[in-house]
């Protein structure tokens, strides 16, 4: 189980910090990520982070202002976004996929949350 929450309504120029907190399984074992969905696109790939040794990657759209982190003692891992843009208002989804490598496709990943809303005002 993935349980998202950190989203909110924020000013362009701010920051917000996601949080997914997962359960059930040992979480060093799968590689996770962020994606987003805006209203009437595809669900889209934001960041991802490896298992163990902490590699990322990023959306282009992203990179610069995003950063991704785990914490595997507390099974958890954090979006950190910052210098955020209207742009980026959607629904952020927390995944993971089993096997520690790193993934950037949502069909790579097998266990999904439910989603939090993140919404930037002009």
């Known amino acids: 189980q993935l349980v998202e929450s950190g989203g909110g309504l924020v000013q362009a120029g701010g920051s917000l910090r996601l949080s997914c907190e997962a359960s059930?399984?040992?979480?060093?074992?799968?590689?996770m990520g962020w994606f987003r969905q805006a209203p009437g696109k595809e669900r889209e790939f934001v960041a991802a982070?490896?298992?163990?040794?902490?590699?990322?990657d990023y959306a282009d759209s992203v990179k610069g202002r995003f950063t991704i982190s785990r914490d595997n003692i507390k099974n958890t891992v954090y979006l950190q976004m910052n210098s955020l843009k209207p742009e980026d208002t959607a629904v952020y989804y927390c995944?993971?996929?089993?096997?520690?490598?790193?993934?950037?496709?949502?069909?790579?990943?097998?266990?999904w949350g439910q989603g939090t809303q993140v919404t930037v005002s002009s």
């Open positions: 995944a993971a996929a089993s096997g520690a490598m790193l993934r950037t496709t949502t069909y790579a990943y097998d266990y």
């Open positions: 059930g399984r040992t979480f060093s074992n799968y590689a």
């Open positions: 982070i490896n298992g163990n040794f902490g590699r990322t």
